[in-house]
């Protein structure tokens, strides 16, 4: 009698029966539902007062959510948006560690050590007098490339239409 319920028990341990398999399968539905729940109220409440990092690592750990859910369709939605976002997280956070970058090189050109000028060794700049000149001189070398071209044409017998 004990062989037989031995036998018994292993054969229910491999096969599962059918009420268990269903209640496995509500589990996992209401866990993908749960999951995309969070995902989807982490995407709707969007950045809010949070910094670049803190809200890409909420992102990555929606990635992460989203990659858990069973079905096909919603997983794929899902992803698609939490890419996009994550990539947009991810841009403006090197956008701002460039312009970072770049105030404070210029911070540094500004405050130069051992007294030196900042102009030190570079072109003089232009004021606009000499910009000025430098334009009327641009406008008359055009206007006699013009008149030379006007003369080049009448001579060959082509006018100017």
């Known amino acids: 009698i004990l062989r037989q319920r031995r036998k018994l028990a292993e ?11 269903d209640a496995d399968q509500g589990k996992e539905e ?12 982490v995407m709707n409440s969007g950045q809010g007062s949070l910094s670049f990092e803190q809200y890409l690592e909420k992102l990555l750990l929606c990635s992460d959510k989203v990659q858990q859910i ?33 105030t404070q090189e210029e911070e540094k050109s500004r405050t130069r050590k051992g007294g030196k000028t900042p102009n030190k ?8 007098e000499d910009e000025e000149e430098t334009k009327d001189e641009d ?3 055009k206007e006699e490339e013009e008149e030379e071209e006007e003369e080049d044409g009448k001579k060959t017998g082509k006018g100017i239409a």
């Open 70 to 102: 069973h079905h096909p369709a919603a997983r794929k939605k899902r992803a698609h948006v939490v890419s996009a976002e994550i990539r947009k997280c991810r841009r403006k956070i090197s956008l701002d560690q460039k312009q970072q970058e770049s």
């Open 121 to 128: 060794g570079r072109k003089r700049m232009r004021s606009t």
């Open 139 to 141: 406008n008359d070398k």
């Open 11 to 21: 054969q229910i341990q491999q096969f599962p029966s059918e009420a268990g398999s």
């Open 30 to 41: 209401m866990s993908d539902i749960k999951l995309m729940k969070e995902v989807d109220e």
